[in-house]
C-alpha cells in the first residue's frame, strides 16, 4: 500500500488550437476527416470488456450528408442489458478498493491520449456524426472532456484530503466509499465531453457505470470508449450499451442494485426515470443518487444602456453556434423598443456573412441538425410563428433537408411575451425575441423571471453596472449559470461549473466538486484510543 500523500493541484484548461490551414493539427484533421468518411465501421456492445454484436443492428450517418453512412451499430436486448449489469457489479468489487491515486492514473492518461494521439480521431468523429464545425468539436471533444478528466482528479484529491478534526484521546476520520451498486449514465448526441464526463465522474470516485449512448452519437462515444479502454480502464468499469432507451432503462431502474442516475437530456425523460425510480424504491438497497441536467429556454436580457455591436454578436453566437442544439443556448430574448432597430440590423448583417452546409467546408459558420426528427420539430415552430398573427419572422425562417438537415438561423419577434417558442424549449436554431417598450423595463424584467419553467443559462447586457446588478438579483433563480455582458453558452470546466435548477435539473454542476460528490458515500470512523471503564458522570463520582 502507498504511504504517499497525493496532491493533485488544479491544472490549466487544454489550450484550444487555432487549425489555420497548414498547421499541424489541421493537417492530421483533414487526413482523419477523409479516412472516417471513406470507411463504414462496425460497432459493437462493449461488456465486461469485450465486444458483444447482437445482428440487430442500426446505422450512423452524417447529419449534413444523410446519406452517407458512417457506421453500423448493434443493438442491446435483454440478455445484453443483464450482462452490462451484472458486468459493472462484478468489476465494483476491485475498482472500488482499488488505491483512488490508481484511478486518477487511468482519467489522466485518457486526458493525455485525446490531448495527442486521439484529438484528430475524436474531433473528427464528432464533426462527421454530430455535425459540429471544427471549433465547435474541438472545444468539446477535445479541450472540454480533456479538462473534465484533469479537473475532476484535483477536485476528489480536495474532497479525499477533507477530514474532521480529533480530540484528545480519540481519532477521527472520514472516507470516502463508493455507491453501493451500479451508476446508470444516459448521455445526450449534442457533447462528446458530456458524455465522457457522465461516466467517469463516478468512475474517478470507485464507481462502475452501465452507459446508454446517444443514437445520433455512437461514433464519437464509441472513440471514447476505446480511448479510456487503452488508457487501462479494467474490464466492466463501464459497460457501452447502444439502442432503446425505453428497454435499457427499464431494466436498470429495475433492479435493486441501481445506485444512481448520471443523466444529461430531455426534461420529460428525466422526469420518467425519476418516477421508474421512485416505483422501485422499496426493492433498492440504497435510495439512489439522481443527477440531471435537463435543457433550458435561455435568456438574454438587455438593458436600454447596452452596447447594440456586443448585443448581436452574443446573440448570433450564442443562439446558433452549433446550431442552437446546446442545453445553454440563448432562445428568447427581451430588447428594448430604443435598440430594437440598431439591434436588427446588426443582427441581419451578421446573417448576411455567416455560411451553411458540411463540416468539412472549414468556412461554413453553420451545420445541420442532428436529425430529421429535430429538423421536422423545428421546422414546425417556424412555421407556427409564420402563420401567428401575433409574430413575424425577421430574420432566416427557410430550410432544406434533401442532402442535410439544414435550417436557417431564424429570429422571431413576438408582441405575445407568452408566445409558443418563448416558453417551449426547442433545440434549434430559432431566437425568439419580445420588444418592450424602455419605461417598461421592471415589467420586462419580470416576465423574464416568470415565463420560463427552467432555470439553466441567462444573461443581462448593460453599461449601466448599477442597474444590471438590480436585474441580476431579480433573476437570481432563473439561471443557474449567469453572464453579465456575454453569451449564456461556454462555460468551461474549472471556471464556471455548469449546471441549472428549476426544471433544468438538479444543479449538481459538472466541472466543479459539487458533482464528483454525488458519487461518494461518506463513512465517519471514530477511534476511541483508550475507552470508558466507568460508566458514570464525573459528578457522580
Known amino acids: 500500500m502507498k504511504n504517499a500523500i497525493f496532491s493533485f493541484p488544479l491544472p490549466k484548461n487544454e489550450p484550444v488550437k487555432s487549425y489555420l490551414t497548414g498547421s499541424p493539427e489541421r493537417t492530421a484533421l483533414d487526413g482523419e476527416l477523409a479516412r472516417q468518411s471513406s470507411s463504414v465501421i462496425d460497432i459493437p456492445l462493449i461488456i465486461g470488456g469485450k465486444e458483444i454484436r447482437t445482428g440487430n443492428t442500426g446505422t450512423v450517418v452524417m447529419p449534413h450528408n444523410h446519406k452517407h453512412i458512417l457506421a453500423t451499430y448493434h443493438k442491446a436486448g435483454e440478455k445484453e442489458i443483464k450482462m452490462a449489469i451484472d458486468a459493472a457489479l462484478e468489476a465494483h468489487k476491485q475498482w472500488s478498493d482499488l488505491e483512488w491515486t490508481v484511478r486518477a492514473s487511468i482519467l489522466l492518461k485518457a486526458a493525455d491520449l485525446l490531448a495527442g494521439?486521439?484529438?484528430?480521431?475524436?474531433?473528427?468523429?464528432?464533426?462527421?456524426?454530430?455535425?459540429?464545425?471544427?471549433?465547435?468539436a474541438e472545444i468539446d471533444s477535445a479541450c472540454e472532456t480533456i479538462d473534465f478528466?484533469?479537473?475532476?482528479?484535483?477536485?476528489?484529491?480536495?474532497?479525499?484530503?477533507?477530514?474532521?478534526?480529533?480530540?484528545?484521546?480519540q481519532i477521527n476520520s472520514v472516507e470516502y466509499r463508493a455507491l453501493e451498486g451500479f451508476v446508470f449514465c444516459v448521455s445526450p448526441f449534442n457533447f462528446t465531453s458530456i458524455a465522457s464526463n457522465l461516466n467517469m465522474s463516478p468512475v474517478l470516485m470507485g464507481n462502475t457505470t452501465v452507459w446508454k449512448t446517444a443514437t445520433t452519437s455512437i461514433l464519437s462515444n464509441y472513440y471514447l470508449m476505446k480511448v479510456f479502454m487503452e488508457a487501462g480502464l479494467p474490464a466492466g468499469v463501464v459497460n457501452f450499451l447502444c439502442g432503446s432507451g425505453a428497454l435499457i432503462g427499464k431494466h436498470c431502474?429495475?433492479?435493486?442494485?441501481?445506485?444512481?442516475?448520471?443523466?444529461?437530456?430531455?426534461?420529460?425523460?428525466?422526469?420518467?426515470?425519476?418516477?421508474?425510480?421512485?416505483?422501485?424504491?422499496s426493492e433498492y438497497r440504497a435510495y439512489p443518487r439522481l443527477a440531471g441536467e435537463t435543457g433550458g429556454k435561455d435568456f438574454i436580457f438587455v438593458h436600454p444602456s447596452a452596447d447594440v455591436k456586443e448585443v448581436s454578436i452574443a446573440a448570433y453566437c450564442g443562439a446558433f453556434e452549433y446550431q442552437g442544439q446546446k442545453c445553454s443556448a440563448a432562445s428568447r430574448m427581451y430588447v428594448p423598443a430604443s435598440l430594437w432597430p440598431g439591434f436588427l440590423g446588426e443582427m441581419k448583417?451578421?446573417?448576411?456573412?455567416?455560411?451553411?452546409?458540411?463540416?468539412?467546408?472549414?468556412?461554413?459558420?453553420?451545420?445541420?441538425?442532428i436529425d430529421e426528427a429535430s429538423f421536422n420539430n423545428i421546422v414546425s415552430y417556424i412555421e407556427y410563428a409564420r402563420q401567428a398573427p401575433d409574430a413575424e419572422i425577421v430574420l432566416g425562417g427557410k430550410y432544406d433537408k434533401t442532402i442535410g438537415y439544414f435550417i436557417e438561423p431564424t429570429v422571431i419577434r413576438t408582441t405575445n411575451p407568452h408566445f409558443k417558442s418563448m416558453e417551449e424549449e426547442i433545440f434549434g436554431p430559432v431566437l425568439t425575441l419580445y420588444v418592450y417598450e424602455d419605461q417598461d423595463l421592471e415589467k420586462a424584467v419580470e416576465l423574464c423571471e416568470n415565463t420560463s419553467p427552467y432555470g439553466l443559462t441567462g444573461a443581462v447586457f448593460g453599461r449601466d453596472r448599477v442597474a444590471v446588478d438590480k436585474i441580476s438579483n431579480t433573476l437570481r433563480y432563473a439561471?443557474?449559470?449567469?453572464?453579465?455582458?456575454?453569451?449564456?453558452?461556454?462555460?468551461?470546466?474549472?471556471?464556471?461549473?455548469?449546471?441549472g435548477s428549476r426544471s433544468s435539473g438538479t444543479n449538481d454542476k459538472a466541472g466543479g466538486e459539487f458533482n464528483l460528490i454525488r458519487w461518494a458515500i461518506p463513512r465517519t470512523v471514530k477511534e476511541t484510543l483508550v475507552p470508558s471503564t466507568d460508566y458514570r458522570y464525573d459528578y457522580m463520582k
Open 149 to 169: 478528466l484533469r479537473y475532476n482528479v484535483a477536485f476528489a484529491s480536495k474532497i479525499y484530503m477533507f477530514q474532521p478534526k480529533s480530540a484528545p484521546g
Open 349 to 369: 448583417g451578421i446573417a448576411s456573412l455567416v455560411k451553411m452546409g458540411d463540416v468539412n467546408d472549414p468556412g461554413n459558420f453553420i451545420n445541420a441538425v
Open 479 to 499: 439561471a443557474g449559470n449567469f453572464y453579465i455582458n456575454d453569451k449564456p453558452t461556454g462555460a468551461v470546466v474549472g471556471m464556471q461549473p455548469f449546471g
Open 253 to 281: 431502474i429495475e433492479s435493486p442494485r441501481l445506485a444512481g442516475i448520471h443523466f444529461t437530456g430531455s426534461c420529460n425523460t428525466f422526469n420518467t426515470l425519476w418516477k421508474q425510480a421512485g416505483e422501485h424504491l
Open 117 to 136: 494521439k486521439y484529438r484528430a480521431a475524436i474531433n473528427a468523429a464528432t464533426m462527421l456524426g454530430q455535425s459540429k464545425n471544427i471549433y465547435q
